[in-house]
């Protein structure tokens, strides 16, 4: 492929994350100008085939995928580029369906040799009668991104009924042990790691952990990087990281997320490394204001433009 200028960024889509995706896509839109790109953005609503038509008139070099969520990181819009044959951001069909159903790619992850916790598919029904897995433990959609319906669930709760009734992810859910500790979290690009981040919800906003406010919403949380953790940690973040991005088989960048438990590590020369806990990889990582990957980028010397540049640059077709 020669070197691309026409861009086109599709944002916004159907999914629960459609608000993080056009701020995304705004930004990016706006660097990719200032990088010298022609670009054009794709606010994709529920008309495919006004996608495509718009696609086919104004045929890009690449397309920018900024979509978040279900029809746009699950391999859907990635198999509609596919078939016309243009070069696009981010993980192909594969990685991205994989990626995006939690259960499949805990599967994946655990047959790889990575650590996940403890867990099972659920079918919500079934949910208000008894506690599938010991409390504490997480319910969340086996297909969300961003946090988007997830809940802990703690030992003497009475909220199973509450969220059932309140469910609105389809008839089953994953749960899984919940793992004590401190969240991390680590972008790659390529087959680099780039820094581990350490992420605090802002107790005075009362986030019980690092949810779906916390992530978007001003002052929701505090990023510290890079992360202050055991330096033997810190280097297994990642190693895990760069390794769950190939087991995935992502392509350009990811983020994978993890539960950092050192609650019984000690302190002084006697402190011990804790564990290390893989929760998701995203595929498709934010890129807002207060994104992570772009946060850690900026870390390692990478401008925002020149990111967005990157990413451009390593977009490739799959058929």
Not at 184 to 199: E, H, N, Q, W, Y
Request: with cysteine; hydrophobic share 40%.
């Amino acid at each position: 492929m020669t070197a691309p200028r026409k861009i086109t960024v599709l944002m916004g889509g159907l999914s629960a994350e459609r608000r993080v995706s056009l701020s995304s896509g705004a930004g990016i839109s706006a660097a990719l100008r200032e990088e010298g790109f022609d670009v054009r953005v794709i606010d994709a609503g529920p008309d495919l085939g006004a996608i495509v038509a718009d696609l086919t008139d104004h045929r890009p070099d690449v397309v920018f995928n900024a979509l978040h969520g279900r029809f746009g990181e699950d391999g859907s819009i990635q198999g509609v580029l596919d078939w016309m044959n243009i070069p696009y951001t981010h993980s192909g069909v594969r990685a991205s369906a994989l990626a995006m159903d939690k259960a499949a790619a805990r599967t994946t992850l655990r047959a790889a040799g990575l650590p996940v916790a403890e867990g099972r598919v659920i079918d919500i029904a079934d949910f208000p009668a008894a506690d599938p897995l010991p409390a504490p433990y997480v319910i969340k959609p086996l297909n969300e991104g961003s946090s988007v319906g997830v809940e802990i669930v703690r030992p003497g709760s009475n909220r199973r009924a509450a969220i059932a009734a309140a469910w609105t992810f389809g008839p089953r859910a994953l749960v899984e042990t919940f793992i004590p500790g401190r969240e991390i979290t680590v972008g790659v690009l390529g087959d680099r790691a780039l820094t581990a981040t350490d992420i605090t919800p802002n107790p005075s906003q009362a986030h019980e952990f690092y949810d779906y406010d916390a992530k978007y919403g001003d002052d929701g949380s505090h990023h510290q990087l890079p992360a202050r953790i055991h330096p033997d940690a810190f280097a297994r973040a990642l190693e895990l990281a760069v390794a769950a991005h190939r087991a995935i088989g992502c392509s350009g960048a990811s983020r994978t997320d993890f539960r950092y438990d050192d609650t019984s590590c000690g302190d002084g020369p006697d402190r011990r490394p804790g564990c290390l806990v893989v929760l998701e990889v995203n595929t498709q990582p934010g890129m807002t204001p207060t994104s992570l990957l772009p946060e850690q980028a900026a870390h390692c010397g990478i401008s925002y433009g020149a990111l967005c540049r990157w990413m451009v640059e390593h977009a490739t077709c799959r058929t």
